[in-house]
């Protein structure tokens, strides 16, 4: 019975072997599909073979320019699978083996680096990454890992070193992007020491390396507001519906209490036209409503609600319709408080912010996004339910 698990398994090591090393040549159309017969006979191995077996296959495979693929995508196969030990074994068993090209050894250091990102071993997989980053072809995805890495542990001193040097080589706006938002986290927390000079020079070092960068400008604008110097917050405040107005309600109630507390009104409603004009939501409409109503009274207010609601219909601005024409009226009716009742619950529970690059949403505004680790893609929702 030995002779015949045996006799099976040198069988499929041959097979699949052979695919492998027809990955290598051939026009595209043909590596596509040699691809997809390795990775059925792959799921032929896994599914019809005890974890047993495909341990000791994959200890007897030989270790060669051809068979270095798979395997690595048998560790992969057991990485995705949640199996991180087994991955584990079968790169270090990869990189320990005296036969395994050089020039394949990168790359196995990599995937053993994630292996170890998804064990939660970050200390060692810190020490593989840092080795990594000089590696002329994977030293960019390295790096890449690492600022995850440092994003995960909060270390964004690191993590924008890392980036910095990144951008020494490689212009990618996205890795600007990464690095204005890793500076800006530098810059809250010299906030939160009250540091302004430091939270400051980060905060415009940050528009430096983006200028669309919304966070820094909402820094400044704090930073400002706290120096007193509040005509300049306003046009901070401003700033952000020129660099991305989906972020406008994000600085719109910054703006009100701004203006309510050390501005001209009667100036406020004409700036907040032209940005209702420019760049319409729920948010800005509702803070056009409130400062119409202070300059001009309640029907004025109530008018233009009521003509804006007809052209752009949104939950929270008919509540607010029923809220104010019901206490124009003096009273409040049965079905208005059952209009507003019904109207809370409707956006309740509902999401205020999602990603639009991984569709993650909740109530809370994540500048970097917990499911993609990408920075900026959260925003506010539009709809008639939300802006």
């Known amino acids: 019975m030995d002779i015949v698990f045996q006799w099976l398994l040198l069988t499929v090591a041959v097979a699949v072997g052979w695919f492998v090393g027809r990955l290598g040549s051939g026009r595209a159309r043909t590596k596509i599909a040699d691809e997809e017969s390795v990775k059925d006979r792959m799921q032929f191995l896994f599914t019809n073979y005890s974890d047993e077996a495909v341990d000791n296959f994959v200890q007897s495979l030989a270790v060669n320019k051809d068979t270095v693929s798979l395997h690595l995508s048998i560790g992969r196969h057991f990485r995705n699978k949640g199996e991180t030990d087994r991955a584990i074994l079968v790169h270090q068993n990869l990189l320990a083996r005296p036969e395994l090209p050089t020039r394949f050894s990168p790359q196995v250091t990599l995937e053993l680096a994630m292996d170890f990102l998804n064990a939660g071993l970050l200390d060692r997989a810190e020490a593989l990454l840092q080795q990594m980053m000089s590696d002329r072809e994977y030293g960019r995805q390295a790096s890449r890992q690492l600022i995850d890495l440092y994003q995960q542990e909060k270390e964004w001193g690191k993590a924008s070193d890392v980036a910095r040097a990144l951008t020494k080589n490689d212009a990618d706006p996205a890795m600007y992007k990464d690095l204005a938002y890793l500076t800006c986290e530098l810059s809250d927390q010299a906030l939160v020491l009250d ?3 430091t939270a ?40 952000v519906f020129a660099q991305n107005p ?12 701004l203006e309510h507390e050390h501005g001209d009104i009667g100036r406020l409603v004409k700036k ?11 948010s800005l409409l509702l803070a056009l409503v409130e ?3 202070r300059v001009s009274g309640r029907p004025a207010a109530i008018d233009l609600l009521r003509r804006e609601l007809e052209s752009r219909p ?74």
């Open 195 to 197: 540091d302004r000079w």
């Open 200 to 239: 400051q020079k980060l905060a415009k070092e940050a528009l430096d390396y983006d200028r669309s960068c919304v966070r820094a400008t909402l820094i400044l604008m704090n930073i400002l507001i706290r120096q007193g110097s509040y005509r300049e917050a306003g046009n901070q405040g401003l700033k």
């Open 314 to 387: 949104s939950v929270r601005a008919l509540l607010r319709l029923v809220e104010m024409a019901g206490y124009e009226k003096g009273m409040t009716t049965d079905e208005g408080r059952l209009v507003s009742r019904i109207g809370l619950l409707i956006i309740a529970n509902r999401p205020v912010y999602r990603c639009v690059s991984c569709g993650f949403s909740g109530q809370q505004l994540h500048w970097l996004c917990p499911s993609c680790k990408q920075w900026e893609t959260i925003r506010p929702i539009q709809g008639v339910e939300a802006e």
């Open 246 to 257: 989906d972020f406008g309600p994000e600085a719109i109630d910054r703006l009100m209490k």
């Open 291 to 293: 400062s119409v109503e």
């Open 272 to 282: 907040l036209r032209k940005l209702y004009e420019a760049h319409p939501s729920t």
